[in-house]
């Protein structure tokens, strides 16, 4: 006859872990580090299994501490929504159209790139969430896009026109000499239509105001801009 105690009898009794079946109802849920633990990832903690099973996991979903977790995460935006794909989908190409039309509404209308931050705010809060086009990114939209698009433009028409006239009219900026460069000239577009077109394609500091340093100034910006004569 043998006889055990309730130490031996508890101590061969299989203890429960996280089957396939856990980890299915339960997307949170991991296999801990021990064979009888359970591990959730919202809440990063780790629990035992080993007597309860999936009633275990069941108490600790009841818990405050994860209902508390569970509404964070559902108030919170995930920070892989704002990455960008390899291939952009439609809703991303119209958010970069937009941001390339406030930054050409920036520019035309004179406003300073500090003003963007405030105005992008609104927008994303009253309109887009996503629209994200504050005074860095005005900026590399300007130099990277805007910019050489109008100069590239500019240098065509310039170099089609018949006549250009040169504007040049050095002025003081504190204790900086600064030299605009201004180009004045007739432009027929394809509808054959006449406009008459002025562009500021620089505005270089000088040490002086002579013939010979306005001359060379001068010079060197329209060799930059190849003007044809």
Known sequence: LLIFSEADIMSKKRKCVVNDLILKDFPFIRRGVKENSAFCSLCEVNFTVGSGGRTSVIEHVATKR???????????????????????????????????????????????????????????????????CSRTKVEAIVKQVIAPWAVTEAVEEINSASFVTILLDASNHYHTKLLPIIVRYVHVNAEKAVSICNKLVDSVQITGETVEIIYTASFQTIKVWIIKW
């Open 66 to 132: 994860h209902k508390s977790t569970v509404i964070q995460e559902s108030s919170n935006t995930k920070v892989s929504a704002y990455f960008k794909k390899i291939v952009p989908d439609q809703s991303e190409i119209n958010i970069a159209l937009q941001e390339g039309t406030f930054t050409f509404h920036t520019v035309k209308h004179y406003h300073s790139f500090k003003s963007t931050d405030c105005t992008s705010s609104l927008i994303k809060k009253f309109n887009e969430p996503k629209f994200t």
